[in-house]
């Protein structure tokens, strides 16, 4: 299909009453109606009628009936559980350029990046999770003669999965295919802002594939009616990525309710370590830079602290501002544009706030206004901004502003950079530059983040772990490690002797 008739498409998509999905019936909202909105113009694309806390509760209900029936854990052989992973890759595949224009419009992110990155991973994601299905097991202890012990992996139950803006579909994939895999039930919880995508994706599982009732439930709602399902005692495991503070609260609600397991995806703040001895320093600024500001800075591991060795300071420092100066913002659909709208006006006025605080803490060098010309007058478009000589203890060093903001900071010696990049409450990821596989090595060991990337900043892929320490996250996602949180382990003993 062209992009004209996808667009079509959605434009008639778009105007469809959006309903939850519940117990595999489609139902109307009983709670408020929201807007979503479309960031680069604030125009509105859809009306929803959100879910009511009693939605919720039957959401879990629903879920909990059908793990309790075993029919996905038990009476579903493994090899069903892959095929029906893989069917569902295969939707997405099919339906790539629709879903990436879903995923696109109320978010702001470009559709050339949801074209290339966001929706073609979330494929691979399920089929990645399919291959999990029948090699993912216990072991056999060495215990005392006369008895066998061994574990096995069961499912942990109903997972509420929520989800942020800014990644909307990648987000619910990786956590809904290794909840399946595994064999649990699914409560869906999309980000209110840009629950499109998932929701289209949820019609057409709902449409070709034939799943149990209760199996994937999709709950379209606010963070208060979330809330609810963390407090649910027919939840079992609440899987979040989001704000620090949302996630403290789900922790509280686990141990005030169940104590269903919790693993948490949270903010950041992670450094970029670039040593004079870097070898391809153009390069490495290039590769930086584009990993900070792709997707408008609304990612969680991005590389929002530059920290620079004093003798390559001024040089990166006026390659950035270069960079940075010649960003073309504008219409996340047209080829042209290199930069989207921020994802919402709280997220804009966020930015805007840490910008105006930033002035008064460091040198403001490149950006650090609206861009609000022409096309972009209606829009949530705000300029790549780079901070200089920002102080270790500054607001804008040490807090996540979630948005096209960089700070960047001089450094004498490996020792003044690792205190700085460590010191922070955050411990997503961190990067490091240098030519010398010594320091390499020193830095990634004492760099207190959970992913480390080493003259590459930002590389992912489904076989290696992500997730943070601190304050960053619980747990980890991706690769076996996912596993692990989505499955319970049973001892068990025979005696024989
Ligand atoms: P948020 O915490 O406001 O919301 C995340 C989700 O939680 C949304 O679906 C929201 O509706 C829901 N929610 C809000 N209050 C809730 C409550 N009391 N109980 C249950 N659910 C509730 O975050 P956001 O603004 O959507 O996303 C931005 C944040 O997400 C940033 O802090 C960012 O760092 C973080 N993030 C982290 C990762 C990661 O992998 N570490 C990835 C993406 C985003």
């Not at 899987?239 to 995806?265: D, M, P, W, Y």
């Not at 004492?446 to 080493?454: C, E, Q, S, T, Y």
Request: with cysteine; glycine share 8%; proline share 5%.
């Amino acid at each position: 299909m062209t992009l004209d008739a996808d667009l079509s498409w959605a434009r008639a998509w778009l105007k469809e009453d959006k309903k939850q999905y519940i117990n595999g019936q489609w139902v109307a909202g009983a709670g408020q109606t929201w807007d979503v909105k479309n960031p680069a113009t604030g125009e509105t694309l859809s009306t929803i009628a959100l879910a009511d806390a009693a939605q919720a509760d039957a959401a879990a209900a629903a879920a909990h009936r059908c793990h309790q029936s075993d029919v996905w854990s038990r009476k579903t052989t493994r090899k069903q559980r892959a095929d029906v992973l893989n069917a569902i890759a295969r939707l997405i595949r099919e339906n790539t350029q629709k879903l990436a224009i879903l995923e696109s419009l109320p978010n702001g992110k470009l559709l050339s990046e949801a074209m290339v990155d966001d929706i073609p991973t979330c494929a691979e994601i399920f089929e990645y999770y399919a291959g999990w299905t029948d090699k993912f097991y216990g072991e056999v202890s060495p215990v005392e003669d006369g008895f066998l012990n061994f574990t096995n992996k069961e499912p942990v139950g109903v997972c509420a999965l929520i989800a942020p803006w800014n990644f909307p579909l990648y987000q619910a994939s990786l956590k809904i295919a290794p909840a399946l895999a595994m064999g649990n039930t699914v409560v869906m919880k999309p980000s209110e802002y840009t629950p499109l995508a998932t929701q289209f994706l949820f019609e057409l599982i709902d449409r070709e594939l034939d799943l149990p009732a209760g199996l994937l439930n999709l709950l379209v709602c606010d963070g208060p009616v979330a809330n609810h399902l963390t407090v649910s005692r027919d939840v079992h495991k609440v899987s979040f990525t989001g704000s620090t503070n949302v996630g403290r609260q789900i922790v509280q609600n686990s141990g005030q309710s169940n104590l269903k397991a919790v693993t948490l995806e949270l903010g950041g703040k992670s450094p970029c370590i670039f040593f004079d001895d870097t070898p391809d320093l153009d390069a490495a600024i290039d590769r930086a830079f584009t990993v900070m500001f792709s997707h408008k800075g609304e990612k969680c591991s991005e590389p929002t602290r530059f920290l620079i060795q004093k003798g390559s300071y001024d040089y990166v420092m006026s390659r950035l501002i270069e960079k940075a100066e010649a960003v073309r913002c504008g219409d996340p659909l047209s080829p042209d544009a290199q930069q989207g709208p921020q994802c919402n006006p709280a997220q804009f006025k966020r930015i805007m706030d840490y910008i105006e605080i930033g002035k008064g803490e460091a040198e403001l060098v490149a950006g650090g206004y609206a861009d609000q010309q022409g096309d972009n007058a209606n829009g949530l478009f705000i300029r790549p901004t780079i901070f200089a000589n920002v102080p270790g203890s500054a607001r804008i060093a040490q807090e996540e502003i979630f948005g096209p903001v960089l700070s960047c900071t001089p450094f004498d010696t490996a020792e003044d950079a690792l205190k700085l990049a460590n010191d922070t409450t955050y411990g997503l990821a961190a990067g490091v530059y240098t030519g010398n596989i010594n320091v390499a090595h020193q830095m990634a060991d004492r760099l207190d983040a959970g992913m480390i990337f080493v003259n590459r900043y930002g590389c992912y892929g489904l076989s290696s772990p992500f997730g943070g320490f601190k304050e960053s996250g619980w747990g980890k996602e991706m690769a076996i490690h996912s596993l692990s949180s989505y499955t319970k382990t049973k001892g068990i003993w025979i005696a024989y002797g």
